[in-house]
């Protein structure tokens, strides 16, 4: 029998590596401090189309300057599956949120309806003095971030560059409240990752994926695409299947199928995560299942 399975984040395996025989990471952050780097760009590129300026963000954010962005927009009224009512700015600005959580894939167009308020709420006045785990956008940064598409309003001539405020805590190998992931895993990593998550995006799953490869290690590598909006909306099945074919892989040695992640013609196409979704969870019409397509 093997010692221990990780059921989480990845960093653990890294900081840890004798300790741990495979991990299985459920809509993971894999892309660690990039995810709050999305953050910072949702905010910032939506405030740039809309015309509405507030970096940092005042307690008035929520309430007062989101409302004017969403109008302005063209998103206020937008909801999943129901008339596209987003403008040109709108239309541009979803354009750029899909590219930065994964890029054009299955059911990007309702996720982004069904998350399109939420990153606002992420952003809050700066407290001095506070942690990282209090105040994450102390670690995020777009100086080096080109946004796409840039036409027809030209975003990276006008939106506003933010530096990262703690630049050591970011570049830091160190096991802190936002621990860094470096793409170094030296046993079996079986993944799954909603598609249409926008908390904790597929974007991670492209990033760690990247990484991976950047250091010789797609061997130990395994990611599966859900075809999920909501975060960690996974069926039972879809959970079961994936830690049993973990097992088999680290005790038998025989590692597991899953989808291609980085090439974003394969995520693109209509099919894209039918392969490991739970048909049955489709059919029952659980959860945010029947934002998708159904599968061929």
């Given at each position: 029998m093997f010692r221990d399975v990780l059921i989480g984040g990845t960093s653990s395996i890294e900081q840890f590596p004798r300790y741990y025989d495979g991990a299985l990471p459920m809509c993971g952050v894999l892309g660690d401090h990039e995810l709050f780097d999305f953050f910072l760009d949702y905010n910032l590129v939506a405030q740039e189309l809309?015309?509405?300026?507030?970096?940092?963000v005042t307690e008035n954010y929520a309430t007062v300057t989101v409302p004017k962005i969403l109008e302005n927009l063209g998103l206020t009224g937008l909801t999943p599956g129901g008339p596209d009512t987003a403008n040109e700015r709108g239309k541009q600005f979803r354009a750029i949120a899909v590219n930065r959580s994964g890029g054009p894939r299955p059911g990007d167009a309702a996720a982004f309806a069904y998350w399109k308020s939420f990153p606002f709420t992420l952003a809050t006045p700066p407290v001095p003095g506070a942690t990282?785990?209090?105040?994450?956008?102390?670690?995020?940064?777009?100086?080096?971030?080109?946004?796409?598409?840039?036409?027809?309003?030209?975003?990276?001539?006008?939106?506003?560059?933010?530096?990262?405020?703690?630049?050591?805590?970011?570049?830091?190998?160190?096991?802190?409240?936002?621990?860094?992931v470096n793409g170094r895993p030296g046993v079996p990593v079986l993944?799954?990752?909603?598609?249409?998550?926008?908390?904790?995006?597929?974007?991670?799953?492209?990033?760690?994926?990247?990484?991976?490869?950047?250091?010789?290690?797609?061997?130990?590598?395994?990611?599966?695409?859900?075809?999920?909006?909501?975060?960690c909306e996974f069926s039972a099945a879809e959970a079961g299947t994936a830690w049993d074919d973990l097992v088999r892989w680290v005790e038998r040695g025989k590692r597991p199928g899953g989808d291609v992640t980085t090439?974003?013609?394969?995520?693109?196409?209509?099919?894209?995560g039918c392969r490991y979704s739970d048909r049955a969870a489709y059919d029952a019409g659980a959860g945010t299942r029947r934002l998708f397509p159904a599968c061929p």
């Open positions: 809309a015309g509405v300026h507030e970096y940092p990282l785990a209090e105040n994450p956008d102390q670690l995020s940064t777009n100086l080096l971030t080109w946004y796409s598409p840039n036409r027809p309003f030209n975003v990276n001539a006008g939106v506003q560059r933010v530096r990262a405020e703690n630049l050591p805590a970011r570049l830091s190998n160190r096991l802190t409240q936002i621990p860094r993944s799954l990752h909603g598609l249409g998550d926008m908390f904790v995006p597929f974007s991670m799953e492209q990033i760690y994926a990247s990484e991976v490869a950047w250091h010789r290690r797609s061997r130990f590598l395994v990611q599966r695409a859900i075809r999920t909006v909501e975060h090439k974003p013609r394969v995520v693109a196409r209509s099919d894209y």
